[in-house]
């Protein structure tokens, strides 16, 4: 199969306006997928190969490169390319009656429901090459049937998922390579001059996707919220003014931070002595700087640039010891929408909000997340939800609406946060 270089392919494939993509510009979108799923799971192979292979240990916060990448192309063939009942979109059951796998193993090496997390290191997983043969295989033949595809949304449900589930997994494969210091070429996005908090007026605010279009399960339905005057940071919390806290003591401090997050931090500093962010190699105002590995490279961090890679109990302590608040997910998306101009700035990282991830009233799961990790029902009432999106995101993924989650422990992302008033 011949993909199209990134040259080649138009602007608007890479937009959010994707959620809405009609046939042409959908086939284009699922290439250039394709295409960087390939190149991300090339450098994971190039890096597991040789003497000094590169391993990836069994833990929660990282998945085999291979199972990913089998996945992806598995989720593709599933839901589309063996699925009759497709053109029902969202309304199509969660186990309908389904073709054969052009792979009779692929089910039981690539379903999560059938391979969960822990036995994924267990299984007789094929190797990259076949693979890759499996992605390019699974590719032509979703794009075969999307050229056949009526231009409705209910027709299109299952091909738009399909490229929002494998950007997904790109961004996933980019943290995993963070987490294990893998080698990629990845910018760090430029820091911002400071700017003064941003007053949003109250006011009514429907929240979710109430447009037509792709939307994930957890951002619908679309409803009304009453929300008072708030202000906001008009950027995230920098880098200058996180170490501000870690210099007056703030990993030191237990008034600061919630029980869960105090414990949190205690089982952390046994294993690694934590006084900062992860990947953090030192930090603090007599040391002079901030570096953080990045990709494996010891990387001095500007002061304007966004704090990332932080927990949801580090956000909530510095807003706690800068006598300030994190904000609700409703005021970060009324002041996305609404204070851009005033210079509400967002997109370098993911942020984390006060909220606790819940189900909307109506909230009907969709059935493509079962048994994955990106099913929310598990962690409604645990999980805190997050906003915005980070460097290492598609374009087409930065939706001020895109609604994500994460435990509040978990720091492998590019999350960082911004704090309100109180």
């Given at each position: 199969?011949?993909f199209?270089?990134?040259?080649?392919?138009?602007?608007?494939?890479?937009?959010?306006?994707?959620?809405?993509?009609?046939?042409?510009?959908?086939?284009?979108?699922l290439?250039?997928?394709?295409?960087?799923?390939?190149?991300?799971?090339?450098?994971?192979e190039?890096?597991?190969?040789?003497?000094?292979?590169?391993?990836?240990?069994?833990?929660?916060?990282?998945?085999?490169?291979?199972?990913?990448?089998?996945?992806?192309?598995?989720?593709?063939?599933?839901?589309?390319?063996?699925?009759?009942?497709?053109?029902?979109?969202?309304?199509?059951?969660?186990?309908?009656?389904?073709?054969?796998?052009?792979?009779?193993?692929?089910?039981?090496?690539?379903?999560?429901?059938?391979?969960?997390?822990?036995?994924?290191?267990?299984?007789?997983?094929?190797?990259?090459?076949?693979?890759?043969?499996?992605?390019?295989?699974?590719?032509?033949?979703?794009?075969?049937?999307?050229?056949?595809?009526?231009?409705?949304?209910?027709?299109?449900?299952?091909?738009?998922?399909?490229?929002f589930?494998?950007?997904?997994?790109?961004?996933?494969?980019?943290?995993?390579?963070?987490?294990?210091?893998?080698s990629?070429?990845?910018?760090?996005?430029?820091?911002?001059?400071?700017?003064?908090?941003?007053?949003?007026?109250?006011?009514?605010?429907?929240?979710?996707?109430?447009?037509?279009?792709?939307?994930?399960?957890?951002?619908?339905?679309?409803?009304?919220?009453?929300?008072p005057?708030?202000?906001?940071?008009?950027?995230?919390?920098?880098?200058?003014?996180?170490?501000?806290?870690v210099?007056?003591?703030?990993?030191?401090?237990?008034e600061?931070?919630?029980?869960?997050?105090?414990?949190?931090?205690?089982?952390?500093?046994?294993?690694?002595?934590?006084r900062?962010?992860?990947?953090?190699?030192?930090?603090?105002?007599?040391?002079?700087?901030?570096?953080q590995?990045?990709f494996?490279?010891?990387?001095?961090?500007?002061?304007?640039?966004?704090?990332?890679?932080?927990?949801?109990w580090?956000?909530?302590?510095?807003?706690?010891?800068?006598?300030?608040?994190?904000?609700?997910?409703?005021?970060?998306?009324?002041a996305?929408?609404?204070?851009?101009?005033?210079?509400?700035r967002?997109?370098?990282?993911?942020?984390?909000?006060?909220?606790?991830l819940?189900?909307?009233?109506?909230?009907?799961?969709?059935?493509?997340?079962l048994?994955?990790?990106?099913?929310?029902?598990?962690?409604?009432?645990?999980?805190r939800v997050?906003?915005?999106?980070?460097?290492?995101?598609?374009?087409?993924?930065?939706?001020?609406?895109?609604?994500?989650?994460?435990?509040?422990?978990?720091?492998?992302?590019?999350?960082?946060?911004?704090?309100?008033?109180?």
């Amino acid at each position: 199969m011949t993909f199209l270089s990134p040259e080649a392919l138009p602007a608007a494939i890479d937009q959010p306006q994707m959620r809405r993509a009609g046939r042409e510009l959908l086939s284009l979108a699922l290439m250039d997928a394709r295409n960087h799923s390939l190149h991300l799971l090339g450098c994971f192979e190039e890096a597991m190969a040789g003497a000094s292979a590169l391993a990836v240990p069994q833990r929660a916060d990282l998945e085999l490169p291979v199972w990913l990448g089998g996945h992806v192309a598995w989720f593709a063939e599933y839901w589309i390319s063996r699925n009759p009942q497709r053109a029902l979109g969202p309304a199509c059951p969660a186990d309908p009656v389904r073709l054969a796998s052009i792979d009779p193993m692929a089910d039981s090496w690539f379903n999560p429901l059938l391979a969960p997390h822990a036995a994924r290191w267990q299984l007789a997983l094929p190797d990259m090459q076949a693979v890759r043969a499996y992605l390019l295989e699974t590719h032509e033949s979703v794009l075969e049937l999307l050229d056949k595809t009526p231009e409705d949304d209910s027709a299109l449900h299952f091909f738009r998922a399909a490229l929002f589930h494998e950007d997904l997994r790109g961004e996933q494969l980019l943290a995993q390579a963070q987490a294990l210091g893998l080698s990629v070429r990845l910018a760090l996005p430029p820091g911002s001059a400071p700017r003064e908090p941003v007053l949003v007026p109250a006011g009514r605010w429907l929240l979710g996707m109430a447009e037509s279009g792709f939307a994930f399960d957890i951002e619908q339905p679309a409803h009304e919220v009453e929300v008072p005057e708030f202000e906001i940071d008009a950027q995230p919390v920098s880098w200058a003014r996180y170490v501000e806290f870690v210099d007056d003591g703030g990993y030191d401090r237990q008034e600061l931070w919630q029980p869960a997050g105090w414990a949190w931090l205690q089982v952390e500093a046994q294993g690694e002595g934590r006084r900062g962010p992860r990947h953090v190699e030192q930090i603090g105002v007599a040391s002079g700087a901030v570096l953080q590995t990045h990709f494996g490279k010891s990387t001095r961090m500007a002061g304007t640039q966004a704090a990332m890679h932080l927990s949801w109990w580090e956000a909530d302590a510095w807003a706690r010891w800068a006598g300030r608040r994190l904000p609700t997910e409703v005021e970060w998306e009324m002041a996305a929408h609404q204070a851009g101009r005033r210079g509400f700035r967002w997109g370098d990282v993911r942020e984390w909000t006060a909220s606790t991830l819940r189900p909307w009233p109506g909230f009907t799961p969709a059935a493509w997340t079962l048994g994955s990790d990106l099913e929310a029902q598990p962690h409604f009432g645990v999980a805190r939800v997050q906003r915005g999106a980070s460097f290492a995101a598609r374009a087409r993924m930065k939706s001020p609406r895109l609604r994500r989650f994460a435990l509040p422990e978990r720091d492998d992302g590019f999350v960082g946060f911004r704090s309100c008033a109180l």
